[in-house]
């Protein structure tokens, strides 16, 4: 994992979800219309709470949409966490362009617009998060 450096806003953040969830967040990105909270392996069910109990008392509390991701040390699994459950991924490789890192990642086709996002706001995110933690420099979706 590389160094990441968190804001004290995004302190305060990850202390009153962890208050509330009891779960281990490790990276924090505040944006104007939500949070994503980089969650340690194995606690998204402790995130997420029986029937999602304690995911909703830190959305009310925090009073933004909160996104969750799984931390993985293996860049393919990290990336398929940040694309989450929803998108069919085919096929992740991870190449290295002299010295920076791309990974190439193929999605049904069906999936490529929600792969993309809005704006491309999820792209952007998977991009952010890659960087932020496997030093990827890039994230080519075919």
Known sequence: MSEIKITFEE???????EDITNAKVLDCIVESDRIINV???G???????????????????IDKPIELVEYADDPVTFIKNV??????IKSISVT?????KIAVVEVA???????IGKGGKNISKVKLLVQ??????????K
């Open 43 to 61: 606690d998204m069910g402790l995130a997420i709470g029986k029937g999602g109990e304690n995911i909703n008392r830190a959305k009310k509390a």
């Open 109 to 115: 086709a069906k999936d490529k617009g929600l792969a």
């Open 96 to 100: 290295e362009d002299g010295d920076k």
């Open 83 to 88: 694309f989450g459950p929803v998108i069919s």
């Open 39 to 41: 969650i340690r392996q």
């Open 11 to 17: 302190m305060q953040y990850i202390a009153r979800f």
């Open 132 to 141: 932020r933690h496997h030093g990827i420099h890039d994230v080519i979706l």
